[in-house]
């Protein structure tokens, strides 16, 4: 009985990899962090929201994909904490930071950074509205 053959070809019905859109994000979320002036951006979430959404919104347009909102929240939120621990990093070799701090950045970017990711798939949705979902 011959044995079946095996690939390595991914499934269809996988989806492609998100890490070039989760680095994009993530970068973003860094470079408003360490601008001086910009970073006070940070303290109202606006890294949060333009990284998330860039993130989300970036992937779909890139790969054309109709989403469901758990991946794009998945992938918004993975960006966002990737942003939010580099940053933290950073600040806490350059001058030295509370733990307190470190779990409210996290604990934010969960909600905030998944929420925007959420928004910007509904509007990079548009363009594939009628089509199946993947």
Not at 3 to 16: C, I, K, V
Not at 51 to 70: D, E, M, R, V
Request: with cysteine; glycine share 10%.
């Amino acid at each position: 009985m011959p044995e079946p053959e095996l690939s390595s070809d991914p499934a269809p019905d996988a989806l492609p990899s998100p890490r070039r859109s989760i680095i994009y994000g993530a970068a973003i979320y860094f470079i408003i962090g360490i601008i001086p002036f910009v970073n006070k951006l940070n303290l109202y979430g606006i890294g949060m929201v333009l990284c998330g959404g860039f993130t989300a919104y970036h992937y779909i347009k890139t790969h054309k994909l109709f989403l469901s909102y758990w991946e794009v929240f998945r992938i918004s939120v993975t960006a966002t904490l990737l942003g939010c621990l580099a940053l933290d990093a950073l600040q806490l070799l350059l001058f030295g930071g509370y733990v307190a701090r470190l779990l409210y950045d996290i604990a934010v970017s969960i909600v905030v950074g998944g929420l925007s990711g959420i928004i910007s798939a509904s509007i990079a949705r548009r363009a594939f509205r009628g089509a199946p979902p993947s």
